[in-house]
């Protein structure tokens, strides 16, 4: 089970944009993928058959998951992810801080 997961709301703890917050659009490997974070000039060609125009844009570009810690809105800090293991047998992910659900 991984500990981060699409959609959770992170916060970074490391790099240029350390204390950035933002979701998390994509999980691959070791490597995240976070919404208006790490965003990186691109120089792109144009594509006339794809209707693409040529220029600079911007990208977000991803970075490694130690980089980033889940945000936990109750206390409004950064927070560290367990996972403990129900009495029904359910395996869920809980803050180490508070022993709360992360998934609600």
């Known amino acids: 089970m991984n ?9 970074v703890i490391a790099g240029k944009d350390k204390g950035k917050r ?3 659009a994509l999980v691959k490997d070791d490597r995240v993928l976070i ?4 965003v990186a000039k691109k120089h792109q060609k144009p594509n006339p058959n794809a209707g693409v125009a040529g220029g600079i844009v911007d990208k977000e570009m991803p970075m490694h998951i130690s ?3 889940i945000f936990n ?4 800090k ?9 009495d029904d ?6 803050f180490k801080s508070t022993g709360e659900v992360v998934d609600a």
Request: proline share 0%.
């Open 89 to 94: 047998g359910r395996k869920v992910r809980v």
């Open 3 to 11: 500990k981060l997961k699409k959609g959770d709301e992170v916060i």
């Open 35 to 38: 919404d208006g974070v790490n």
């Open 78 to 86: 950064a927070d560290r992810v367990g996972i403990k293991q129900l």
């Open 73 to 76: 809105s109750a206390s409004g």
């Open 67 to 69: 980089n980033v810690a």
């Open 22 to 24: 933002g979701a998390i």
